[in-house]
């Protein structure tokens, strides 16, 4: 495992996260606490420090309080990442955003009492609020920071030009995005100027939300319940287009005595220091098998017949609902 700093914070993490969502039953799955603590634990004996969580995930705060079990006796061994912005009702469906100051403050400090820590590392507005000016959000990131509640400020799926204006506020830590071999939007705006402001990307759904691991060859291979079903890339012909791209990337697998999902994150792990991916999963064994993803190799043609495979472009059907994709590039 490698270590490397979130931007410009000083804050050194493990180059492979853990995102938290589906132990709150992001996917549609029964929800199995001792397992999803048992997994963190794990995580940190193999190394990863990086944790991603959010006020949205699960309800009443499930999945903050479910970190802070698993976590307890080790704090000052992990990087603890918290989105909030996103409302849920009581039974965690989706019902508005918030990120005026007064949230953020709310936010931040239920957070603490949540995962039971005195500073949390990131604090990261998951969705950019249209009836709040970014730069009163991070504004009062800025005052947490001061205050010593709060470490980083961090933005999620927003469009460039928000992420220049709250950085000339307030320097941003992080920028979470959609950013795998099927998604690569990130290349042509976002990753230039963070490498430019000195911004980590902490690149989310890494595995395509299972896609790239192999774990969905078809809409059969989802449960009922499960958020995906609505996603256009998901459905009908789009599925079938972009199934058949994943012949290149089992090739590739196979001639590194690899699985899917480790080519993968070795192929978003080649893309710099500064790129961190955060893949999802409440099982020891996915766990371990992203962790060894950090031994593998790709050789410069490798990446090329990657490339060429997951050309910008490649994937059909947008990778959120319709009214998913108003809430990005905002």
Not at 253 to 260: G, H, I, L, N
Request: charge should be neutral; aromatic fraction near 6%.
């Amino acid at each position: 495992m490698k270590y490397f700093e979130l931007g410009r914070s000083g804050l050194k993490a493990s180059q492979l996260g853990l995102g938290c969502l589906s132990m709150s039953g992001g996917y549609g799955e029964i929800q199995d606490d001792a397992k999803s603590e048992d997994t963190i634990r794990r995580a940190i004996d193999l190394g990863v420090t990086l944790f991603d969580t959010s006020m949205s995930y699960g309800v009443d705060g499930h999945n903050q309080r479910l970190l802070g079990r698993a976590v307890e006796g080790r704090r000052d061994t992990v990087v603890i990442s918290s989105k909030f912005g996103s409302l849920v009702d009581d039974k965690g469906r989706r019902v508005g955003r918030d990120a005026s100051p007064k949230y953020v403050r709310y936010a931040c400090e239920e957070t603490l009492k949540r995962i039971g820590i005195d500073v949390l590392d990131v604090l990261c507005l998951s969705r950019v609020d249209p009836s709040v000016p970014i730069e009163d959000t991070v504004g009062e990131m800025s005052r947490l920071i001061a205050e010593g509640k709060l470490r980083a400020a961090g933005l999620s799926e927003c469009s460039a030009a928000t992420l220049a204006r709250a950085h000339a506020v307030q320097p941003i830590t992080t920028l979470q995005i959609e950013y795998s071999l099927w998604t690569r939007d990130p290349e042509a705006e976002h990753l230039p100027l963070c490498r430019k402001l000195g911004i980590a990307v902490l690149a989310y759904a890494p595995l395509g939300r299972g896609f790239l691991a192999g774990a969905v060859r078809s809409d059969r291979d989802l449960p009922p319940g499960d958020h995906r079903r609505v996603f256009p890339r998901f459905q009908g012909d789009n599925f079938a287009h972009n199934a058949r791209l994943l012949a290149t990337l089992d090739e590739v697998a196979k001639s590194k005595s690899a699985t899917p999902a480790q080519i993968a994150l070795a192929w978003l792990l080649s893309r710099g220091p500064d790129v961190f991916p955060i893949p999802s999963g409440k099982q020891r064994r996915h766990l371990e098998e992203n962790v060894a993803a950090c031994d593998v190799t790709l050789a410069p043609a490798d990446l090329a017949r990657l490339e060429d495979a997951f050309h910008p472009g490649a994937a059909r059907g947008t990778r959120y609902h319709p009214q998913g994709m108003q809430e990005v590039n905002v």
